[in-house]
């Protein structure tokens, strides 16, 4: 999966299998995460949203299954 670099506070890179529907997303301190069954759409208003963070926290934390990679 290649990893998107983005510019936030929290989250290093972001990347995305559109036929998996998988997301996985770098963060700064707590590592990499998979979120699975993420629609292409809430990924690309992810990145195209002002906040980062504030985006995640709303639209994708604790509303998909998700597994900690590392």
Known sequence: MIM???RSSKIQ???YN???M?????????GVFEY?????????EFL???SLGIYFKRFIKDRYRFVRLG
């Open 36 to 44: 699975y069954g993420v629609p292409e759409r809430i990924v690309k």
């Open 4 to 6: 998107q670099q983005v």
């Open 48 to 50: 195209d949203a002002e």
């Open 18 to 20: 559109a036929s998996a």
């Open 22 to 30: 998988i997301l996985r997303v770098e963060f700064l301190k707590d």
């Open 13 to 15: 890179a972001i990347g």
